[in-house]
Structure formats: structure tokens, C-alpha cells
């Protein structure tokens, strides 16, 4: 299993550019979500699915859109990006359940100038 | 918010135990605690979970007080490697995501 795979590693936009953050996983698991991590500060989350076709808001989905048409790929979309979008972006993935862990990607830089 | 407190930093001698504590005075009954870590930049890592009873596997063990207000992350012999920071997170029920506060720095000094 390859697990959780984010592309791209690293990504420099200008403001205003738009691009698509890919998440793929190949566990079959019902459950993903995507979470923003800004320097020195904790992971907070921007989107979750459940399952195929539904996905819901986190804490901070503002300038994000996503959208889950199959199992394993939930990309996340950023529709015009700002400054304050300069994060490292975490993809995490798990099967639907209160007692599952969460298996987490290995991040994409992203830097908006 | 995070439901959950946390040291800010701590150091660990290592081969020696660290202890980790956190404090969940809200949770409910039916709430979980997990710990996760992360190194350095890299994605977290999942460590150990557990509702009422002390639970172990082969990274640590996690044990809960009695009133499950608080809990202890036990790193049994504790290597450089584990200089990570710890995360304490309480899960609602169901498919409720993942709350992650700051956690705790542990870094663990040769």
C-alpha cells in the first residue's frame, strides 16, 4: 500500500493564481479530510468527507473548495489564492468509526506571494 | 476549540521514561483519547487511543485516570527519535474530525 499520497510536495503561487491540491489513498478508507498546519502552530481543519458524494466544513473552509467523487481521491481547491494561504497541507484518511486512527500524508508546501 | 491541556514544552533525558500529561475535564462518556505526533514537518503520526482503561501497544502506553479527566502518554525508553510534539486529542462521536490543539514539545537530550 502506498498509503496517503499528496501531490505536489512544494508549490509557489501569485495571488489571485488558482490550483488544485490532489490527496490520494489507497486503503479504501471512507473517511478524509484536509488540514492546514501555519508555523508553529497546530493542524487546523479546512474540510472532512464521510464518504463518496458528502463532505463537509471545518474550522477554517473559507477560500477552499473540495469535493469527493470517489473513495480514493479528495482533492481540495483553492479558487484564488492569498498570502494568508501560506501553509504546509496535511491529507488524512481513516475508516469511518469513532476508534479508527488517521493516517496522515506527507504535507504540501504551498507559498502565495 | 481544543478540549484538551497541555504542557507547552518538555525535556526527556534519554533511555528514561517520559510522561506526557494531558487534561480532558470535559469529556464525555463515550468521547475517546487519542495521542498523535508529529516530527519535525512531517505529517502526524498516529501513537495510541483509549476510552476508560490503560491501553499499551509497542511505541507506548496511555493511561486514563479513573474519572477520565486526565490521561499520561508513557514513552517507556524514550530515544532521540522521539523528539516530536504530542498531541492530546479528545474525538466526539461518530465521524467527528480531529480537533488538534499546540500539544507538547518533547524533546528528548542525549
Known amino acids: 500500500n502506498a498509503g496517503v499520497t499528496q501531490t505536489p510536495k512544494f508549490q509557489v503561487l501569485k495571488t489571485g493564481q488558482s490550483m488544485t491540491l490532489q490527496c490520494a489513498q489507497d486503503?479504501?478508507?471512507?473517511?478524509m479530510s484536509w488540514y492546514r498546519q501555519d508555523p508553529g502552530m497546530g493542524l487546523r481543519l479546512i474540510h472532512y468527507?464521510?464518504?463518496?458524494?458528502?463532505?463537509d466544513q471545518g474550522e477554517v473552509p473559507n477560500g477552499y473548495n473540495v469535493s469527493r467523487s470517489t473513495t480514493e481521491d479528495f482533492p481540495l481547491r483553492l479558487l484564488s489564492a492569498a498570502p494568508s494561504q501560506t501553509s504546509v497541507y496535511f491529507c488524512?484518511?481513516?475508516?469511518?468509526?469513532?476508534?479508527?486512527?488517521?493516517?496522515f500524508g506527507p504535507g504540501t508546501r504551498l507559498t502565495v506571494l | 476549540d481544543a478540549k484538551t491541556t497541555q504542557p507547552t514544552s518538555m525535556d526527556c533525558a534519554e533511555g528514561r521514561a517520559a510522561n506526557l500529561p494531558c487534561n480532558h475535564s470535559?469529556?464525555?462518556?463515550?468521547?475517546?483519547v487519542y495521542w498523535y505526533r508529529q516530527i519535525h514537518s512531517q505529517g502526524p503520526q498516529y501513537i495510541i487511543h483509549?476510552?476508560?482503561n490503560n491501553e499499551t501497544n509497542e511505541m507506548a502506553s496511555l493511561i486514563i485516570t479513573e474519572d477520565r479527566k486526565s490521561s499520561t502518554l508513557i514513552l517507556p525508553h524514550a530515544t532521540l527519535r522521539d523528539t516530536a510534539v504530542y498531541y492530546c486529542?479528545?474525538?466526539?462521536?461518530?465521524?467527528?474530525?480531529?480537533?488538534f490543539g499546540k500539544g507538547t514539545r518533547l524533546s528528548v537530550i542525549a
Open positions: 488524512a484518511s481513516s475508516y469511518s468509526g469513532l476508534s479508527y486512527e488517521q493516517f
Open positions: 486503503m479504501n478508507h471512507e473517511y
Open positions: 468527507s464521510v464518504g463518496a458524494g458528502i463532505t
Open positions: 470535559t469529556i464525555s462518556g463515550n468521547e475517546y
Open positions: 483509549g476510552l476508560k
Open positions: 486529542i479528545v474525538r466526539g462521536t461518530g465521524n467527528t474530525p480531529l480537533v
